[in-house]
Nanobody
Framework: QVQLVESVGGLVQAGDSLRLSCVSS????????MGWFRQVPGKGREFVAA????????DYADAVKGRFTISRDNAKNTLYLQMNSLKREDTAVYYC?????????????????WGQGTQVTVSS
């Protein structure tokens, strides 16, 4: 069993930066592909970014490419999402997730475990 706990998000202004972190319990963090998703009311969870086991390969949604950076520190069991040049449309609840199964890493079905979510609000 894996528990994922995201850091507190916050209220920021458009153009600001914010870093989210996600700490994983247990000693098997490095065995999981990790991802970030986000969700706004009335819509499904949207893929944001993913990172492979050793951090060597990453993938991003087009909407955040060039502005967001996903990274991980396996020694600290921690996943990060650095968000720069934030826009109002980035406002959402952000979730980190862990995937042990093979599957399309940009889809929610590939993930076994989810954090509780953290609210990020970007004002103009």
């Amino acid at each position: 069993q894996v528990q994922l706990v995201e850091s507190v998000g916050g209220l920021v202004q458009a153009g600001d930066s914010l870093r989210l972190s996600c700490v994983s319990s247990g000693r098997t963090f490095s065995r999981y592909r990790m991802g970030w998703f986000r969700q706004v009311p009335g819509k499904g969870r949207e893929f944001v970014a993913a990172i492979m086991w050793n951090g060597g390969t990453t993938d991003y949604a087009d909407a955040v490419k060039g502005r967001f950076t996903i990274s991980r520190d396996n020694a600290k069991n921690t996943l990060y999402l650095q968000m720069n040049s934030l826009k109002r449309e980035d406002t959402a609840v952000y979730y980190c997730a862990a995937a042990s199964r093979l599957g399309v890493i940009t889809t929610t079905s590939a993930y076994d475990y989810w954090g509780q979510g953290t609210q990020v609000t970007v004002s103009s």
